[in-house]
């Protein structure tokens, strides 16, 4: 039965995914450097499992893919390849083939393959783009970086605001310009200002003579283009947008951002906390070496190192009380390792909180009388704990009581610290989740070490 749920998940994996055979067929391909198996084996691939692939090969193997693969590398695969290696696979690739696939691409794609590059490479790229397209592009980069403005996509289909069902299904039968994807059609006055959009659906479904004023959807809202994009994402999250005009400074239309771009900057801000909270740079990538992965993470260790140092501190001052009972050296890292683990708790809470507005200036209070009240329950349950252990393992109940007193005071630090080191480095404008955990750790490691070596130092001694 056991066997039987494993192929079941393997199966439903491999549905996603290439399978384990493919990817060992693929690997094989490149070694023996046999270009006709590797097209075969990828020939009715998705482009997200040919650029999944791309970005899990080593920097080496990629490169002989590269040069082997002799399928169309079009916009799409390029778009789907991860920020952190695309420029890597673009500069291997002939330049006929780059511009092929850039002319397929949206413009909101196109912004995003050559917005970090160099003035020479962007040029080179736009210079493949039509007139217009290039236009697009190029007003999209004059907005600011994660802004509306680089994520939205110029090509826009609108209507005036005074026609039928009739005359606008009738206007998207005749053009050929139309984006693959679209979920709007959006009205428009003379001055191209946005009034209001009409989804497909009802448009389908409603009369020709039916004014498009009578079916426009109440989710109606406008984009500056100069929004940062993680406000646009949170806004689609909250009012379950699909779609949404981008207006400039005069409230004229300039473009559309689509809930696919949305929900792709609302996991990249996710995937980003999570890994700063970790103290791990956002460019890190599977397929990185050793010596990238080490450069960028030793930083953080470096700090963490003289934080530590800190706590070393508070325990050298107590010097005395350790060496008359040496059990407690044994015991100081009970109170501080939970500390930091309730720490975590409160801050991962928090931090999330922060991300999606649950957590405001108008709630703090109340969460921070909250987090204060959990944090003297828990330390109460394992005083309890500690105690029942001192006096029944131990044999000294004295010891159990210090434990358990160190412990409520250090639960009490972390989980209020948790909320408010977030909170304060939020009102200052740093990232809370790109510093909050070492200053959460170093306060719950010195406030252990402190409460549980001071009180010991005045029961025991």
């Known amino acids: 039965m056991t066997e039987h749920r494993e192929t079941e998940a393997e199966l439903a994996e491999d549905d996603f995914e290439l399978s384990r055979k493919d990817l060992e067929a693929i690997n094989r391909a490149i070694d023996e450097q046999d270009g006709p198996a590797l097209d075969r084996l990828l020939e009715h691939e998705h482009a997200a499992d040919i650029a999944d692939l791309i970005e899990q090969l080593t920097p ?34 002939p330049h006929e083939v780059v511009a092929e696939a850039v002319r397929e691409m949206d413009s909101d794609d196109v912004v995003d393959l050559i917005e970090d590059m160099d003035k020479s490479e962007q040029q080179a790229i736009l210079a493949a783009l039509d007139d217009s397209d290039r236009a697009a592009v190029e007003r999209s980069l004059t907005y600011p970086e ?8 110029s090509e826009v289909v609108t209507a005036p605001e005074h026609w039928t069902v009739g005359e606008t299904i009738d206007y998207l039968r005749h053009e050929d310009w139309l984006p693959d994807q679209f979920y709007h059609v959006i009205m428009v006055d003379p001055r191209r200002h946005p009034k209001g959009y009409v989804t497909l659906g009802k448009l389908l479904a409603s009369r020709r003579e039916t004014p498009l004023r009578e079916i426009t959807e109440d989710s109606f809202r406008t984009i500056s283009a100069r929004q940062d994009e993680g406000d646009v994402a949170y806004a ?58 080490a450069r960028q993470r030793l930083p953080w260790l470096v700090i963490n190192l003289f934080t530590a140092s800190l706590s070393a501190l508070v325990i050298s001052r107590f010097e005395g009380t350790v060496a008359r009972l040496v059990i407690l050296a044994a015991l100081m890292p009970i109170v501080a390792s939970t500390g930091g683990i309730a720490g975590t708790q409160s801050l991962a809470v928090a931090v999330r909180a922060l991300a999606t507005r649950d957590l405001t200036s108008t709630n703090a209070r109340r969460v921070i009388l909250r987090e204060l009240a959990a944090g003297m329950l828990n330390g109460l349950g394992l005083a309890v704990i500690l105690f029942l252990a001192g006096t029944f393992i131990l044999g000294a109940p004295m010891i159990g009581v210090v434990l358990g007193m160190a412990m409520i005071c250090n639960q009490i630090v972390a989980a209020t610290g948790g909320v408010l080191v977030p909170l304060g480095l939020s009102k200052l404008g740093v990232d809370p ?19 549980f070596l001071g009180l010991a130092s005045w029961i025991l001694i």
Do not use: C, W
């Not at 994660?146 to 996509?153: C, D, K, P």
């Not at 409230?251 to 809930?259: C, F, K, M, N, S």
């Open 60 to 93: 080496p193997r990629r490169r002989a893919f590269l040069s082997l693969y002799s399928g169309e590398m079009d916009g799409e695969i390029l778009s789907e390849i991860d920020d952190s290696i695309r420029e890597e696979v673009i500069e291997q690739l």
């Open 236 to 293: 689609f999250n909250k009012y379950h947008l699909i779609s949404a005009p981008v207006v400039d400074d005069h409230d004229r239309l300039v473009g559309v951002i689509t809930i696919d771009d949305a929900m792709s900057v609302l996991d990249e801000e996710h995937e980003e906390d999570f890994l700063r909270m970790a103290r791990v740079s956002d460019e890190s990538h599977v397929s990185d070496g050793p010596l990238q992965t």
């Open 433 to 451: 989740a790109l510093a909050s955990g070492t200053f959460v750790t170093t306060m719950t490691d010195m406030m252990g070490f402190f409460a």
């Open 146 to 153: 994660y802004s509306a403005g680089r994520l939205m996509q």
